[in-house]
């Protein structure tokens, strides 16, 4: 059943949400921070179902305290059912009067939001609340961002704008100011560790350093784990690390051309893992830097005697320049350059 209790690890930020509903006083204008994969697109749906659901009558009781985040609240009085014919039209994306908006392309563009002005001159449908939910909030062009500027300056009646955006200084200042902010944060290393390993029943040591490489990110932590399920994390990231040859990066110069362009070519053959399999491999190096200074701080502490031995081969200069070239590596990927030939090119680099 949809609920607050279904977005991890951002207990603040919920609670804060659950608080406005119980008093009925949902600002006109929300700006949801956090990084990618927070839950702040579940949290600004979720808010749109409880507002609007049949089976939740609304609330406004003023007296009611701030909650404090330590405290173990149930939400079962915010929670929309999941049931009635609202929730299941704003769950199938099919509500008339939750309208979305996401970049067309790299940006979003003046057009949609005058679309938008179009379709909030008219009441809303049916809906107590008309929301719009505006995805990567960051991406509107100027003009697009003045014409929202009109919006929020002006909002139409029983109508609530919820943006989503990393950071508060991605966007117009302007348009800042005018929305409530709640921060959502990366869920916890040891939270993140006990959630994999209770809800993908994954061992401590597998769930640890998936924690680590996910940074926080739960969805990217669920994406790193589930592809392995049946192939084994273990074996997994030991065919990247020798497939790449940079489980001894030391002897990467001597590996055949021929081995180097195939791994490239295996790994840009699956593009839906192909950045974690790089942020595995970025992981591995850094390691490999770490453990020279710091060696209680690396991330595959499983492989500690085999990072210990490759650590010693290589100079922190050389590792470091590995790691930037797979990070241009994912910069051009993340900007649809083709990805077999970005591989083979940061392989050549990495080997030369």
Request: proline residues 7%; contains cysteine; charged residues 20%.
């Amino acid at each position: 059943m949809p609920g607050f209790e279904s977005i991890t690890g951002q207990k603040q930020p919920i609670r804060i949400l659950a608080t406005l509903l119980r008093r009925g006083m949902i600002p006109h204008a929300l700006l949801f921070c956090g990084i990618d994969a927070a839950g702040k697109r579940s949290a600004a749906v979720t808010v749109a179902m409880s507002c609007n659901c049949l089976n939740r009558p609304v609330q406004a009781s003023q007296s009611d305290p701030p909650l404090s985040v330590s405290d173990d609240v149930s939400f079962d009085d915010v929670n929309p059912c999941g049931d009635c014919i609202s929730c299941r039209k704003i769950l199938s994306d099919n509500h008339p009067d939750i309208l979305s908006i996401s970049p067309s392309g790299p940006i979003i563009r003046i057009a949609q939001v005058r679309t938008l002005c179009e379709s909030l001159s008219m009441k809303p449908y049916e809906a107590r609340r008309r929301f719009v939910i505006i995805s990567d909030a960051q991406a509107m062009n100027p003009e697009a961002g003045n014409a929202l500027l009109k919006l929020l300056e002006e909002p139409p009646d029983r109508t609530i704008f919820i943006l989503l955006a990393p950071q508060t200084s991605d966007l117009l200042p302007t348009i800042a100011s005018r929305c409530q902010h709640v921060h959502f944060y990366p869920v916890p290393g040891k939270e993140l560790q006990k959630l994999l390993m209770e809800k993908e029943n994954l061992p401590p040591n597998e769930a640890a350093v998936i924690a680590v490489l996910a940074n926080g990110d739960y969805a990217k932590a669920l994406a790193l784990s589930r592809p392995f399920k049946g192939t084994d994390w273990h074996h997994w990231r030991h065919w990247l690390l020798d497939a790449s040859g940079l489980k001894r990066p030391a002897e990467l110069s001597k590996r055949p051309i021929g081995l180097q362009l195939m791994f490239a070519e295996q790994l840009a053959s699956n593009k839906e893992i192909l950045l974690d399999a790089l942020e595995v491999l970025k992981a591995w190096l850094r390691d490999l830097v770490i453990y020279k200074f710091c060696p209680d701080k690396v991330i595959n502490t499983d492989l500690v005697d085999t990072i210990r031995n490759a650590s010693q081969t290589e100079s922190v200069s050389t590792l470091i320049l590995k790691i930037e070239t797979i990070q241009t590596a994912q910069k051009s990927i993340r900007g649809n350059s083709n990805a077999r030939l970005t591989l083979e090119a940061m392989m050549l680099k990495m080997a030369c």
